[in-house]
């Protein structure tokens, strides 16, 4: 990889690096190569999805990012993309934004997730203006639910027909870190 504007280390073999126009391409086949086992949950994630699609999210989110309003960052296992972990409804007035991932089929189940959304977490408490950081979990989405408890979210309530996915109504869990209980976390 070269020309990053920034990466992120998560552990010797784990990084997050910001993400550039020349990814969009990876990024549409990581996500074809895994449909089945992202649609499910993701309603962005459909047969449809083009490179063009991802060149545009791609440059959605750099825009956001130059507006302070969201910022992602792709997940590398040893220069190979395995997904994303973003930020996103940044509500500057009120110093909050929700944060969300996904990670391919071959690398789910071993701690990833949770280990990027820690790094993440420190990134945006340390460097952006943010004090909550909240995570909506599908219900249904055990994995999900099990990456917030580990990175050490509360679960605050469910909200009922919350999430559209697909055409369908899903009830999600409400999850949120303060950055102050993030820093205790760390003491």
């Known amino acids: 990889m070269t020309n990053l504007l920034l990466k992120l280390k998560v552990d010797e073999h784990i990084y997050l690096a910001q993400p550039e126009m020349y990814m969009a ?12 086992h992202l649609k499910p949950f993701l309603d962005f994630i459909d047969e449809s999805v083009s490179i063009k699609d991802e060149e545009n999210y791609l440059r959605m989110m750099l825009r956001l990012q130059a507006e302070g309003k969201g910022r992602v960052f792709i997940i590398y296992y040893d220069d190979q993309l395995i997904g994303t972990v973003d930020i996103h409804n940044v509500n500057v007035h009120f110093q909050r934004a929700e944060v969300g991932y996904w990670i391919t ?3 789910s189940g ?3 997730i949770t280990r990027c959304l820690k790094v993440m977490c420190d990134f945006v408490f340390t460097h952006l203006n943010i004090n909550k950081l909240m995570l909506l ?3 249904d989405n055990t994995a999900s639910n099990k990456v917030a408890t580990k990175a050490h979210f509360q679960y605050v309530g469910q909200l009922r027909e919350h999430l559209l996915t697909h055409g369908h109504f899903k009830d999600a869990n409400q999850y949120e870190l303060l950055k102050a209980d993030y820093y205790k976390m760390l003491k």
């Open 137 to 139: 979990a599908e219900v």
């Open 110 to 112: 071993k701690n990833i």
């Open 25 to 36: 391409e990876e990024l549409y086949h990581v996500i074809q190569d895994n449909m089945a």
């Open 105 to 107: 089929q071959g690398f």
